[in-house]
């Protein structure tokens, strides 16, 4: 038994919580996967995998090799990359998630890194905000791209970057369309957007929370035509026509070239977030963690992102 090609399947099997799709990401067949993990378990002598019809978990002990397992593989993933890299020239994988809202950006700024690093395979996922201070907490995650004002909610101890403020736009289907790009309209108010036919991203997501938040503050309440942890479906929603979407600058950014829309800032309240690139701290940061650390705090780059994620004045 390869130890190492053992616990990468066992690594696997809890990203994707699904024997076939770990197969499938590990590019080897399932029976190769489940054969792996039973002479695991034969090694350390205790069942690791609750097993039914379907993946149904870890064992107690089974955590435990888990988080050993993570902790030996980032290990082995940082000396590949002290071994192989050169000064200047770091080599190796890195992981970014990013929230679904702050994608644009994330992905400008691993194409980005990856020109300046072509030795460096960034993977880009996109992820929800639990989903994103897990994989931070646990060491399966590089960086993660997302909301600093829920780091006073977790017990994680992370490090940020900040990156951009987020502004709310309402979009909507343009009253005179055939014009080249999105037109801007004027300022929108809050109260005025929530009598609208709205597509909002589902309650789970931490962007509805903010969205859900201006609303109170503006004193009105909104029960939304069309709900989806999908941010491509509020933008295909509106560009279908009848419902009107409340898209961060990010995402606005993606649609300036695509005409018969219209967008139009929001007031009252005035809603800024703050995003940011964030890392575990106390974790010791790999070869091309450091050439991402650099990139995201270059003022370059930092004035391309709010470019592309502020007011987006038009």
């Not at 309402?170 to 005179?176: D, F, H, I, S, Y």
């Not at 859900?212 to 004193?219: G, H, L």
């Amino acid at each position: 038994m390869n130890l190492f090609v053992a616990l990468r399947y066992l690594v696997a099997l809890d990203d994707h919580k699904h024997f076939g799709r770990a197969a499938l990401a590990c590019h080897v067949t399932q029976p190769a996967l489940s054969n792996a993990l039973r002479a695991l378990e034969e090694h350390y002598g205790c069942a690791i995998v609750k097993r039914g019809r379907s993946f149904e978990g870890f064992s107690a002990e089974g955590e435990r090799v888990l988080q050993s397992a993570r902790r030996v593989l980032r290990e082995q993933e940082l000396l590949d990359q002290d071994l192989k890299s050169r000064a200047g020239a770091p080599q190796g994988h890195l992981l970014v998630g990013a929230v679904p809202t702050a994608m644009p950006i994330a992905a400008r700024f691993v194409a980005l890194l990856q020109r300046r690093h072509p030795g460096i395979l960034p993977t880009l996922r996109s992820m929800s905000s639990i989903e994103l201070e897990t994989g931070l907490d646990q060491l399966a995650l590089d960086l993660g791209l997302g909301y600093t004002e829920r780091m006073a909610e977790t017990r994680v101890p992370l490090r940020q970057l900040p990156q951009y403020t987020e502004a709310y736009f309402l979009v909507r289907r343009a009253e005179v369309p055939g014009q080249r790009g999105l037109q801007m309209g004027p300022p929108l108010s809050w109260a005025e957007a929530a009598h609208l036919p709205l597509c909002l991203l589902s309650p789970e997501m931490h962007n509805r929370r903010i969205i859900d938040r201006a609303f109170a503050e503006a004193q009105v309440q909104v029960t939304p035509a069309i709900e989806s942890n999908s941010t491509v479906t509020l933008v295909t929603a509106v560009q279908a026509g009848g419902v009107c979407s409340i898209l961060p600058g990010a995402l606005l950014g993606t649609v300036l070239e695509q005409g018969g829309l219209e967008a139009q800032p929001l007031a009252a309240p005035e809603v800024r977030i703050p995003i940011a690139f964030m890392l575990h701290s106390s974790s010791r940061p790999s070869q091309a963690l450091e050439a991402a650390l650099l990139l995201a705090e270059d003022p370059g780059w930092l004035a391309q992102a709010a470019q592309h994620a502020g007011d987006l004045r038009i």
